[in-house]
Nanobody, 115 residues
Framework: QVQLVESGGGLVQPGGSLKLSCEVS????????VGWHRQAPGKERKFVAF???????QYADSVKGRCTISRDHAKNTVYLQMNSLKPEDTTVYYC?????????WGQGTQVTVSS
């Protein structure tokens, strides 16, 4: 069973930064993509960013220019560096790993942007 464990969430002031981490229990290059979604209470889960097996990255328009996804294959970990955070970025961030049509999800980490 693939396990993903997120960390790095917390409370930050508007304009601040956070770096989320996602440790995957298996070799990350076994997956087509590893990335992040986020979901506010009562709303649908939305794509944030991914990095694929070739290192190609993609970002949602809402975070483009403010977030950077990266990986450390030796640690089987994917990171999401988030800068210039806004109150509307407040929500739970979920890491996922995808292979073909299968998706594996972490438990989520809360990010709160507030003064």
């Amino acid at each position: 069973q693939v396990q993903l464990v997120e960390s790095g969430g917390g409370l930050v002031q508007p304009g601040g930064s956070l770096k989320l981490s996602c440790e995957v229990s298996e070799y990350i290059f076994d997956f087509n993509t590893v990335g992040w979604h986020r979901q506010a209470p009562g709303k649908e889960r939305k794509f944030v960013a991914f990095i694929d097996v070739n290192g190609r990255t993609q970002y949602a328009d809402s975070v483009k220019g403010r977030c950077t996804i990266s990986r450390d294959h030796a640690k089987n970990t994917v990171y999401l560096q988030m800068n210039s955070l806004k109150p509307e970025d407040t929500t739970v961030y979920y890491c996922y790993a995808n292979i073909k049509s299968r998706y594996y999800w972490g438990q989520g980490t809360q990010v709160t942007v507030s003064s």
